[in-house]
């Protein structure tokens, strides 16, 4: 089905339920596929976290009590040879500590860093293809296909990679 540019498929055309949910999972097994949409040369995967409880990072509390729902997105490795996107329904928990600074928290993943757009995995990819070339080669080569990122993003990387070093 065709709709205004954008591919919408049924979840088996593109590959089977499992399939898609074994991808999520390897993100972090809390999650669920919920949908998915091709647009142009670009997945847009949907999903939501099934955890029952979660955590405080400020305080170590265990909450059930959730606050607000929202849309979180980063990029993650290409899937079949297109860009992917992930769309996460992230949920914003209150902290019912009394002794915690803090009376709400987002959910986190140990996949992202805490405001991160981009999956750690998708950070080793982009650093390894930018080891050996320029930062602007390394930009050109990486959006044909594999992310969007530009040169100054992968300075960024490689100096928080080699800082230590």
């Not at 089977?16 to 949908?35: A, Q, R, S």
């Not at 955590?55 to 992917?84: N, V, W």
């Not at 650093?127 to 960024?156: E, H, P, W």
């Amino acid at each position: 089905m065709v709709k205004h540019g954008i591919i919408s498929t049924n979840f088996k055309a593109f590959a089977g339920v499992d399939t898609m949910d074994e991808f999520i999972k390897e993100l972090d097994p809390n999650l669920d596929y919920l949908e998915h949409k091709i647009i142009g040369n670009e997945v847009i995967v949907y999903a939501a976290s099934n955890r029952k409880i979660c955590r405080c990072p400020y305080c170590g509390s265990e909450s059930a009590r959730i606050h607000s729902r929202y849309e979180k997105s980063f990029q993650d490795l290409p899937i079949m040879g297109k860009k992917t996107k992930v769309v996460i329904e992230n949920r914003k928990f209150f902290c019912d500590n009394p002794d915690c600074g803090f009376t709400t928290f987002a959910e986190r993943f140990d996949f992202l860093a805490q405001k991160g757009k981009k999956t750690k995995r998708l950070i080793e990819k982009i650093v390894d293809v930018s080891l050996n070339t320029s930062s602007t080669t390394a930009s050109r080569t990486l959006k044909d296909g594999i992310a969007d990122v530009g040169k100054s993003t992968i300075c960024s990387l490689l100096k928080k990679r080699y800082a230590s070093s």
